[in-house]
């Protein structure tokens, strides 16, 4: 009896070293992401930034009532499992996901969704400081769209609209409004922007500014884990130093690669291409209150002098195509049946002439520091661009400052002629078209009446169908009044290890990174 159970453990032993030679190992799901970007964030309150590289990091540590999926614009659930609306859209229950926590240990519940919205909608809330950008263009500010937002018990939250707004569910969506910890920004105060505490996958973990932010694993998280231990995003502003350090392997993922890169990375062993969907836009603009920008023939006159083509088939690289619209083709509601400035360098001039400027005029081309998806070479792009100024008598001096001043600076309308973008955020046209066009208060200060009219007709109609005449219409309103230079929409490109698994580019310019993994060999 002793001699056969001493055999029984020598059996499974074998069975087992057997079974591992014969069949794959599962593989160890796991590891540290070292995610290489182009710039810093400017805060990490979403509420109050506006740049892609704060949204990037947030949209990791918050979550909003509602989220989209993976793969598309889609509205999915988020902290908001259920909800359902009244007859005439004016009033929308949402009921919340029980037993969430924020990363501080403190309960999310119906009461933090209220204190949220009503620190984004009244100025007179003790935490409403900063500039809530977004709150005020998707939402109207107040009184805006929303009039009321209440518990109505702990898990049950109810908005009360003005009026109907065919984006309500897609705005709720935006990582802009991740709902924060109210304890947390009651206990930071001014620095809650560098002490971040959502419900998400990852909680914040330190901020090196300029150089990384690092988020770990949240232990606690209500969903499914996130696979991945660690996520440090680390800041290298020159694209080539950025895809050196990937074949380093000092980092395992890239935003931001140069266009000329592109066959170096297809054609490294370890490294994997993907495109990001398109649904961006990159712009020339100007300030209207400088002169002599407020006159339309100067504006028709910069339109005819830029060779846009020419700019995007030498510095985009095959990921760009030129832009005649601020809103890109791949959103519905696109006008292309809109003609476009030809590139005349005659009519540029002519134009000069009628605006009283036959020798052209002096002025400053402000310029981004860091490449962005829109703009991956902002500093050649901008030579390209100052020189067809030059060909026409516009005199541009490029005025490049850091990525944080830059926004700050544009928003107080210390600019003259200015390069930006913009990426979509929800899949719908609104969120160009009204944000740019909508509104008096914009970097550019340009406000047109009736293309305004048209973009606020369309927020509020709920069949789409009417609502993409409307945008086709303010885009042929915008195109003869010369509102801007839209330069290219783009495909904008990322190299990746081929260990990172489970990576999937999403269309508004950031993705959750919870079900990424890491190979080890």
Same mark, same amino acid.
């Given at each position: 009896m002793s001699t056969r159970l001493g055999v029984i453990p020598v059996i499974l032993s074998l069975m087992l070293t057997l079974g591992s030679v014969g069949s794959p190992q599962t593989p160890v799901k796991g590891g540290t992401l070292v995610y290489g970007r182009g710039a810093d964030s400017v805060g990490l309150d979403p509420s109050v930034v506006t740049d892609g590289e704060s949204f990037r990091v947030t949209r990791n540590v918050y979550e909003s009532l509602l989220e989209y999926k993976r793969t598309s614009?889609?509205?999915?659930?988020?902290?908001?499992?259920r909800w359902e609306a009244s007859p005439d859209l004016l009033r929308w229950k949402f009921m919340l996901?029980?037993?969430?926590?924020?990363? @501080?240990?403190?309960?999310?519940? !119906?009461?933090?969704?209220?204190?949220? +919205?009503?620190?984004?909608?009244?100025? *007179?809330?003790?935490?409403?400081?900063?500039v809530f950008e977004y709150w005020?263009?998707?939402?109207?500010?107040?009184?805006?769209?929303?009039?009321?937002?209440?518990a109505?018990?702990?898990?049950?939250?109810?908005?009360?609209?003005?009026?109907?707004?065919?984006?309500?569910l897609a705005n709720l969506a935006m990582p802009m409004f991740g709902i924060a910890s109210p304890t947390a920004i009651q206990k930071y105060g001014d620095d809650y922007f560098k002490n971040p505490v959502g419900t998400g996958p990852f909680r914040f973990r330190e901020w090196r500014?300029?150089?990384?932010?690092?988020?770990?694993?949240?232990? @606690?998280?209500?969903?499914?884990? !996130?696979?991945?231990?660690?996520?440090? +995003?680390?800041?290298?502003?020159?694209? *080539?130093?950025?895809?050196?350090?990937?074949?380093?392997?000092?980092?395992?993922?890239?935003?931001?690669?140069h266009p000329d890169d592109i066959p170096t990375v297809k054609n490294d062993p370890n490294l994997q291409l993907l495109l990001r969907p398109s649904m961006?836009?990159?712009?020339?603009?100007?300030?209207v209150e400088k002169q002599p920008f407020g006159k339309l023939e100067v504006r028709r006159a910069i339109a005819h002098a830029l060779n846009k083509r020419a700019i995007v088939e030498k510095l985009f690289g095959g990921i760009g195509i030129p832009a005649k619209n601020m809103l890109p083709p791949s959103l519905w509601g696109y006008n292309d049946a809109v003609a476009d400035y030809e590139y005349d360098p005659a009519k540029a001039r002519d134009d000069l002439a009628k605006a009283g400027l036959p020798n052209g005029f002096k002025t400053k081309l402000w310029a981004?520091?860091?490449?962005r998806p829109y703009m991956p070479q902002p500093t050649?792009?901008?030579?390209?661009?100052?020189?067809?100024?030059?060909?026409?008598?516009?005199?541009?001096?490029?005025?490049?400052?850091d990525w944080a001043t830059y926004l700050s600076k544009t928003r107080e309308g210390e600019q003259d002629l200015y390069m930006l973008g913009w990426t979509g955020d929800n899949g719908d046209p609104d969120n160009f078209l009204y944000w740019f066009f909508g509104q008096k208060e914009t970097r550019s200060r340009y406000f047109n009446p009736r293309a305004a009219e048209l973009t606020g007709k369309a927020q509020a109609i709920a069949a789409q169908g009417e609502r993409a005449q409307l945008y086709r219409e303010a885009q042929v309103v915008l195109k003869e009044d010369a509102a801007n230079v839209p330069i290219a929409h783009t495909t904008p490109p990322l190299a990746v290890k081929k260990t990172v698994k489970g990576y999937v580019p999403h269309a508004t310019g950031g993705e959750k990174l919870d079900t990424v993994w890491i190979e080890k060999k």
């Open positions: 614009t889609e509205v999915v659930a988020g902290l908001a499992e996901r029980r037993q969430v926590k924020f990363h @501080d240990g403190t309960p999310f519940n !119906a009461e933090a969704v209220v204190f949220n +919205f009503e620190r984004w909608m009244f100025e *007179s809330h003790p935490q409403h400081k900063g005020k263009s998707m939402f109207g500010g107040f009184p805006g769209f929303v009039s009321a937002v209440k109505v018990d702990d898990s049950t939250v109810q908005f009360t609209l003005e009026k109907p707004m065919a984006p309500f500014k300029d150089d990384r932010i690092v988020l770990e694993r949240n232990p @606690d998280y209500w969903g499914e884990k !996130a696979l991945l231990d660690r996520v440090i +995003f680390r800041s290298i502003v020159d694209n *080539s130093a950025r895809l050196l350090e990937l074949q380093a392997g000092g980092i395992d993922l890239m935003e931001f690669l961006n836009v990159g712009y020339l603009w100007w300030n981004m520091p860091n490449p050649k792009i901008a030579e390209a661009i100052q020189a067809d100024l030059k060909a026409v008598g516009i005199e541009a001096e490029i005025v490049t400052i």
